[in-house]
């Protein structure tokens, strides 16, 4: 089994197969809980109700993500990947079984925010494994594997959903994961062994929770706005000043902290700006998409889940197959070309979702997003991996954890904005074709101003990254 050093590098690479295997099957957990669910929404408003808290599924999932992966990025910096990475497997198999067996949008929404916790330690430690296995010119080959994994979870993972909840029960959406959570972690146990240096570092609790409760607090604000209170009232205003407040306090502390959670320089370094703004922008598109697309198939344009179900999975079928690619155009012509090539297409695909009615075909909306997921798919992983490659093994699981963090932000930060502007347009009004059209088109002209500015900071990162000695 490979011995993963404290120092950097790794041992013995001629058993890097089987680790690879199990990183894949754990990636797997989080990209088919991606796609499977956003199908269902309808099915599961129809059983526990709550249409317009249905937005929360997504948001209190992607902060509970967001939110603690910068801690887990250190925590793998300090003790390991390995430790790291079981105890996420098994939140998630916990969370599964419980959102499983939900009744009410209440429940399913606190069940979900601990699949957030799970979660948020599975994504970036499978990354940044890979990242401390293969150097950079492997890892163009890694990434089609692990992205061919969200491909494939674009295609299973609407269709189970869409099968689950017109002949089974949406339940099962949750269920399915229980067996693959329980083959990942016999996977890890066997495959993978490292060896880290122990030591008794102080662990930055304060900070964590700072960061916590305030975005918290902000997501709160966003979703709830004219709903429970109005834009602007002074209920509104003292959340949002207060989760601010606590935000400024938390960049106080982590300024003295000695193992900061989320460390400031990685703010000062013009490549992991530019990559963190990047996916950033990408976050809030993609789960924009994946949480709109679906519902606007469904209720705007009269299909039913299976049929919504294959509208994303082209998303997410361009992305895996532009990804593993995208390694032969960021070794020939650098990052920031690769990254420029991607954004544009990204932007080209959102201007032609410009073009969705309530007449709009299936097929096009599916082109669109197919576009969009190739566009993403050239972004995403060499901005990443640039950032991987910029800095040591100590470094690397805050690295990586940043630019997931950021990522994970603007899924929730976005996802919430959203849900906001649907419930702004909608209103105390029947959900009709035409009004989901209208919102499902404010959402589409943001998405536009995101890919500008994916567009700009692409064209700002450094053309090529070397690998630290």
Request: hydrophobic share 55%; aromatic share 10%.
């Amino acid at each position: 089994m490979t011995k993963l050093e404290a120092s950097p590098g790794v041992g013995l690479r001629s058993e890097r197969g089987p680790i690879l295997l199990a990183l894949m099957l754990s990636t797997s957990l989080v990209a088919l809980d991606s796609t499977i669910l956003a199908t269902a929404v309808p099915s599961i408003v129809d059983d526990v109700g709550g249409f317009n808290e249905f937005p929360w599924l997504f948001s209190i999932y992607l902060l509970a993500q967001a939110v603690t992966v910068p801690l887990y990025g250190k925590l793998a910096d300090l003790f390991g990947r390995k430790p790291v990475i079981l105890f996420g497997i098994a939140m998630f198999l916990l969370s599964s079984v419980l959102c499983g067996f939900a009744w009410s949008m209440g429940t399913l929404i606190v069940f979900r925010l601990v699949q957030g916790l799970g979660a948020g330690a599975i994504l970036p430690m499978t990354i940044t494994i890979a990242g401390d296995l293969y150097t950079t010119e492997e890892r163009a080959v890694v990434q089609g594997y692990m992205a061919s994994i969200w491909g494939m979870a674009a295609v299973v993972g609407p269709t189970l959903g869409g099968v689950f909840s017109e002949y089974v029960s949406w339940r099962w959406i949750f269920f399915v994961n229980v067996p693959l959570c329980l083959i990942a972690v016999v996977m890890v146990l066997r495959n993978f062994a490292e060896r880290v240096e122990r030591t008794r570092p102080a662990i930055d609790y304060t900070g964590a929770a700072l960061l916590t409760s305030g975005l918290t607090l902000l997501i709160l604000a966003l979703l709830e706005g004219g709903q429970h209170w109005a834009w602007g009232s002074p209920a509104g205003l003292g959340i949002v000043a207060l989760g601010v407040a606590l935000l400024v306090v938390f960049v106080l502390v982590e300024r003295r902290a000695a193992e900061p959670v989320l460390p400031l320089w990685v703010f000062r370094r013009r490549l992991l700006v530019t990559s963190g703004l990047i996916s950033l922008a990408l976050g809030a598109v993609l789960f924009g998409l994946t949480s709109y697309v679906p519902t606007y198939v469904q209720e705007a344009l009269g299909h039913g889940p299976l049929v919504a179900g294959f509208a994303l999975a082209t998303l997410t079928i361009g992305w895996p197959l532009a990804a593993s690619n995208s390694g032969r155009i960021y070794l020939r012509f650098g990052f920031r070309v690769c990254a420029l090539i991607g954004t544009t297409i990204v932007l080209g695909g959102v201007a032609l979702l410009l073009l969705l009615d309530e007449h709009s075909s299936v097929w096009f909306v599916a082109a669109g997003c197919f576009v969009i997921g190739a566009g993403m798919g050239l972004t995403a992983s060499p901005t990443l991996i640039a950032a991987q490659s910029s800095v040591g093994w100590h470094e690397r699981g805050v690295v990586t954890a940043n630019n997931l963090f950021l990522r994970s932000m603007g899924s929730a930060v976005g996802t919430a904005a959203f849900g906001a502007l649907v419930n702004a347009v909608l209103g105390a009004h029947t959900r009709t074709p035409a009004l989901l059209t209208e919102a499902v088109g404010r959402i589409v002209v943001v998405f536009v101003g995101l890919a500008v500015v994916m567009l700009i900071a692409a064209a700002a990162l450094p053309g090529r990254a070397s690998e630290p000695v």
